[in-house]
Every structure is written in C-alpha cells, then in structure tokens.
C-alpha cells in the first residue's frame, strides 16, 4: 500500500512536469512608460539593437528597440501567409517596441512579438537582422540571408491615424556567384510597383525594367503584416 502511495505520488510529479514543459511561451507585457531605456528591458530579455528619431513629428527623439530572449524555446512561426506554411524553429524569440518620447518620458506606442526575423531564419549567413534605422519620420527594416542565393528585404513603416502603417518595401533576389537578380520595389502610398530583372553587379547594362499598378485592398500594419516572408503579394511572390 506505501509502495503505492510512492508511486502515486511520482506520477502525479511528473504529469505536473510535463504540464509545464508543454505550455506555451509567454512573452512579456512591456512597461507603458519609463524614463530611461535600462527600464524598457524585461527580466531574461537583452536589447541587441537601438534607433533613435523623431517618428511622430513632435521634434523629441522617440526610440525603436529589439528585444532577444535570454535561451532559445521552440517557437511557432509562419510562413507562406499567416494561416498556412507554419513551422516550429527552435530559437531565440524577439520582441519590437517603438516608444514616442515627451518630457523625457518614453511611452510605449506599440509592441510586435513577430515581426522581428530569429537569428535562426537567415540561413548560412547568420543573423538577418541588418538594420533598424529612424529617418524622416519612418522607421526602416532591414534583412537579408541565403547562402548562394541571396535575399534583401527592407520595409518602412510609418505612424499615421494612430497606427503604423507599411508605405514602402524592397525585395532582392539574387546569385551571390553570377549575380543574376530580380529586385522589386514597392510604393504602396502611390500603389505603385517598380522591378528590375538583370545582373546585381552589372546594372547598367542589360537590366530591364517595369513599372506596374500594385493591387492590394488595404494598407498594412504591424497588426495585419504577420512577418517577413508572409504575404503573398502577387501570386507566388512573397514580400
């Protein structure tokens, strides 16, 4: 009857373990407000990448922020499209903040917990993450990855009617070796789409190039823009 008892107690121990193991990651509800960047940062989080600039057009330096988790988890991400192509990746997870700055209080005005690419999900080049950048009142983008064939995307993203919305993009394909390449470039203001097929590295001869109406039924936000990689633009054209 102990012996019993001892096992049930164990497998009551171990289904609890389990439980735990299994339950999904919980990222963190940044701070709505601070004074200073050291209290943005969440426990086990690490800031890897700054930008500062005025992004509301009140002449203060806001503050866009990329956070990492301490460990890799698994994590679900998604590809293709933010309902199909989706894959577990074990890796770190990263979290985009953006804070408008007033009387030396930063504000939180958004946070993204996906849109940010692992440093998992640029291939044999290692880490996308190229750039987080502030100018003219937009906050850039920047990734690339591949290995012989290479991948650029930048997206702009900027503040409007209380949201952020994406008004422009660049996509570049291209072979690191002959240099064969298509890049397109997206105005999704002026609903415009520019793409140049040719060579990387001879330009300016023999690239061809076209314009054309980019069709979309609405501008997108952080909200609506899962992550790099998941909307499919134009028929098997992913931006």
């Known amino acids: 009857m102990i012996t019993m008892k001892v096992f049930l107690f164990y497998l009551l121990i171990l289904i609890a373990q389990v439980s735990v193991a299994q339950k999904a990651f919980q990222f963190p509800k940044l701070k709505p407000q601070a004074v200073s960047t050291a209290q943005l940062k969440p426990g086990n ?23 990492e988790y301490f460990k890799a988890i698994d994590e679900i991400r998604v590809y293709g499209d933010n309902t199909t192509g989706i894959i577990k990746e074990t890796q770190k997870p990263r979290i985009l903040a ?28 290692g880490d996308p993450l190229q750039q987080i950048a502030i100018k003219d009142q937009q906050l850039y983008l920047r990734f690339q990855g591949g290995n012989e064939w ?18 422009n993009a660049i996509n570049l394909y291209y072979n690191n070796s002959h ?13 415009e789409l520019y793409t140049t097929h040719g060579n990387l590295y001879r330009r300016d001869i023999g690239n061809y190039k076209t314009s054309e109406v980019l069709f979309f039924s609405q501008l997108r936000t952080f909200k609506t823009f899962k992550k790099p990689w998941a909307w499919e633009i134009m028929p098997n054209v992913y931006l």
């Open 98 to 125: 953006i804070y408008f700055k007033k009387d030396e209080v930063y504000t939180l005005s958004t946070q993204n917990n996906d849109f940010i690419l692992r440093s998992e999900e640029g291939g044999k080049l």
């Open 179 to 191: 240099g064969d390449m298509t890049e397109r470039i997206y105005n999704f203001k002026d609903r």
């Open 45 to 67: 989080w690490n800031i890897i990448s700054t930008a500062e600039g005025d992004l509301n057009g009140d002449g203060t330096a806001d503050l866009a922020l990329v956070l």
């Open 150 to 167: 290479r991948w650029e995307l930048g997206y702009t993203f900027k503040f409007e009617n209380k949201d952020w919305f994406l008004t």
